[in-house]
């Protein structure tokens, strides 16, 4: 089975480096996921985010509690950055953040390679939902990030 793509680009009225700043302090990410995933970060902070930097979480998808652990595999100041799962709830998970300078702010893309477990059970459950909920929690990020750098 292919994996699944989900890419998104967002304009922030910011530099670059004070929008990668935002984005490298972890615990910025539990203010940017929707309430309905109850998302909290199981990783004791301060955390200090590189290659190789290890986080842990814990989401409810639906009722059912899931743990997450991802990695970064690239750490590319201010540029990007790259986050893997380790383990959770996705067959694959490749997360690829990139931050370019555009006019007066950041162009701000992300790009998430995702393949699910349980193949045909799988493919039904993302036509079903988790396509629909991974689009959810995407526009609710860009709307929260654009209430952080307001004028986007």
Do not use: C, K
């Given at each position: 089975?292919?994996?699944?793509?989900?890419a998104?680009?967002?304009?922030?009225?910011?530099?670059?480096?004070?929008?990668?700043?935002?984005?490298?302090?972890?615990?910025?990410?539990?203010?940017?996921?929707?309430?309905?995933?109850?998302?909290r970060?199981?990783?004791?902070?301060?955390?200090?985010?590189?290659?190789?930097?290890?986080?842990?979480?814990?989401?409810?998808?639906?009722?059912?509690?899931?743990?997450?652990?991802?990695?970064?595999?690239?750490?590319?100041?201010?540029?990007?950055?790259?986050?893997?799962?380790?383990?959770?709830?996705?067959?694959?998970?490749?997360?690829?953040?990139?931050?370019?300078?555009?006019?007066?702010?950041?162009?701000m893309?992300?790009?998430?390679?995702?393949?699910?477990?349980?193949?045909?059970?799988?493919?039904?459950?993302?036509?079903?939902?988790?396509?629909?909920?991974?689009?959810?929690?995407?526009?609710?990020?860009?709307?929260?990030?654009?209430?952080?750098?307001?004028?986007?």
């Amino acid at each position: 089975m292919d994996p699944h793509v989900l890419a998104r680009e967002q304009w922030l009225p910011a530099p670059v480096e004070t929008v990668f700043a935002f984005f490298a302090e972890a615990r910025n990410l539990e203010a940017i996921t929707p309430p309905w995933l109850n998302f909290r970060i199981r990783t004791p902070g301060p955390i200090d985010l590189r290659a190789g930097s290890r986080i842990a979480y814990r989401i409810s998808w639906h009722g059912v509690p899931l743990r997450w652990l991802t990695e970064i595999a690239a750490w590319d100041p201010p540029h990007g950055f790259t986050d893997v799962q380790v383990r959770g709830p996705y067959r694959l998970w490749h997360h690829v953040h990139t931050f370019e300078p555009a006019g007066a702010g950041t162009r701000m893309r992300d790009v998430v390679t995702y393949r699910l477990p349980f193949g045909p059970v799988g493919r039904v459950a993302h036509r079903w939902r988790v396509r629909r909920d991974l689009e959810a929690i995407f526009d609710y990020r860009a709307r929260a990030v654009a209430d952080v750098f307001p004028g986007s």
